[in-house]
């Protein structure tokens, strides 16, 4: 039981809890008074012996909660079960930071830019427009090739917009840059920065005489900066047509992939779009996706997905479309599940949980009686929130043959608990002990279930456990949404802006559906 001074700073903590400031000081008075916490990405851990700092936090339905560390002594990362680690220093947010600190904190992150804490700290040097940070983050664009998503190239773009541009290339003159690797350096740096249009020609016309094996790298670390993401000079209409003419006549055929894949596919008609799912090459495919999905044709996407031989294609129309899928098109994508594509098999459950009714549990039930590890995870979180009766006798009989493992088990736990079958009470009595000895995560699970079967269960407090800890799986996010739904029936109103966020993420829930249409 918290006590009164640690219970009001977490209330203020949860009450702003887009601000990291409360959420520090409350995770410094936990720790020292002994509270269990959730690790969160920039906590310093130690695993036996050893020292390190964590890089991120990955909830899936098989870990629900898989910490990976960088250890100090020899920059190794291995990812650790929460039960095995002790939080020795919480994160402090980059806000919190004198600027020594955090031209410290910069150097130190220089080697994990892309994650969570990397990011932090370049946007908070971005926000302070930190002039000693343009030769630390210059180098960076190495990292852009690799990252995955865009995230990290459009943080250093922020902290190179930050200042002007004429001190960016003056601190670019007195970098040490060996001469094969200056294109590779400048050109995306000057994307991010320039201002006007002699430089956006500069850029094209270097970039147009480059060897197409170092064209390709320096457009993939620009991104979308050649078409006015970064800087202004690349925004206007010259130079824009200028790129879609590149990547339509470039001699390159590589260079006119990279092109388009990076940055092209914004500029062209919706009919090129179209005939751009017909290539051959997987990742044009996947531009196009994407950018009908952008512009709101997502129904044109996903018309597609019975095409696309690519499962990595699917997958990511699968994470980001709207929905819901048409149940015909995720029995399909659930039969590629079964045989060369198993990968789709929990994105496609994912999706599935925006239905309810017998038919689609009808899908889900052989997932439930076959599956395995995750998809066995994602299964029977579904069978939850489908609102079928018929699937509570599968997830029954899975939960009592034997074969899960603990997080397995909370899972079809709760999902008797969601769909009110008579065995749900009995289960939740049974293995309650065991939830509970997993740590946090079983302990949220717990409060969870109670809240579920009717018991005395204070649904502020569960909410608030997601609030200092945001959820980023959707086994945490829908119980998150399971509280809120319980204090906004309540007439709890403090909880309707936290909910709106969790309603507008995707899946789009059945089960939530009417909570997310009351809060608009």
């Not at 991010?192 to 094209?204: R, S």
């Not at 079983?442 to 997601?466: C, F, K, N, T």
Request: charge should be negative.
């Amino acid at each position: 039981m918290m006590d009164a001074e640690l219970l009001r700073q977490r209330r203020a903590a949860e009450v702003a809890f887009d601000d990291p400031k409360p959420l520090y000081r409350f995770r410094v008075a936990a720790l020292l008074a002994g509270e269990p916490l959730r690790c969160v990405p920039g906590d310093r851990v130690q695993v036996g012996d050893e020292e390190g700092r964590v890089l991120r936090v990955e909830e899936s339905f098989e870990h629900p909660e898989l910490v990976s560390v960088r250890f100090f002594s020899d920059e190794r990362i291995e990812r650790v079960d929460p039960s095995a680690l002790k939080i020795v220093a919480p994160h402090r947010p980059g806000v919190l930071l004198g600027e020594d600190e955090l031209a410290a904190r910069l150097e130190e992150e220089l080697q994990d830019a892309a994650e969570p804490r990397g990011l932090e700290t370049l946007a908070e040097a971005a926000r302070r427009r930190v002039k000693d940070a343009i030769p630390l983050v210059v180098p960076l664009f190495e990292q852009v090739e690799t990252a995955s998503g865009d995230a990290l190239r459009r943080a250093l773009t922020q902290v190179l917009r930050s200042r002007p541009h004429g001190e960016v290339e003056v601190a670019f003159r007195h970098l040490e840059v060996h001469p094969a690797d200056e294109d590779l350096l400048e050109l995306p740096v000057l994307c991010a920065t320039a201002t006007d249009a002699d430089h956006a020609k500069e850029v094209l016309d270097r970039l147009e005489a480059l060897p197409p094996e170092i064209a390709v790298r320096v457009i993939r670390r620009a991104g979308k900066g050649l078409i006015g993401a970064g800087g202004p000079a690349f925004a206007s209409a010259a130079a824009r047509e200028r790129v879609a003419s590149l990547a339509r006549e470039h001699p390159s055929r590589e260079v006119r992939i990279a092109l388009f894949v990076a940055a092209a596919a914004a500029l062209v008609q919706e009919e090129e779009l179209l005939a751009a799912l017909g290539s051959d090459t997987p990742s044009v495919r996947g531009a196009a996706l994407a950018e009908l999905t952008r512009r709101g044709r997502g129904d044109a996407a996903l018309a597609h997905l019975a095409h696309e031989a690519d499962a990595g294609n699917v997958a990511r129309v699968l994470a980001e479309a709207p929905g819901p899928v048409p149940l015909a098109q995720l029995a399909r994508l659930l039969e590629r599940a079964g045989g060369e594509a198993p990968e789709l098999l929990v994105p496609t459950l994912l999706r599935l949980a925006e239905h309810s009714g017998e038919e689609a549990g009808e899908l889900l039930a052989p997932w439930i009686r076959d599956g395995r590890g995750e998809g066995l995870g994602a299964a029977l979180w579904c069978a939850g929130l489908l609102s079928a009766p018929s699937v509570g006798a599968e997830v029954l009989a899975r939960l009592c043959d034997g074969s899960l493992g603990p997080a397995a088990r909370g899972l079809a736990v709760e999902a008797l608990a969601r769909l009110g079958h008579e065995a749900a009470a009995g289960a939740c009595d049974a293995w309650g002990s065991e939830f509970l000895a997993q740590g946090t995560w079983g302990e949220e699970l717990v409060d969870s279930l109670g809240l579920l079967l009717g018991q005395r269960v204070d649904a502020g407090e569960l909410l608030g456990r997601y609030l200092v800890a945001d959820p980023s799986g959707p086994a945490r996010r829908a119980r998150a949404l399971d509280a809120a739904a319980a204090l906004l029936d309540a007439g709890e109103v403090g909880a309707a802006s936290f909910a709106k966020r969790l309603c507008r993420a995707r899946p789009s829930l059945a089960r939530f559906r009417a909570l997310a249409d009351a809060l608009g």
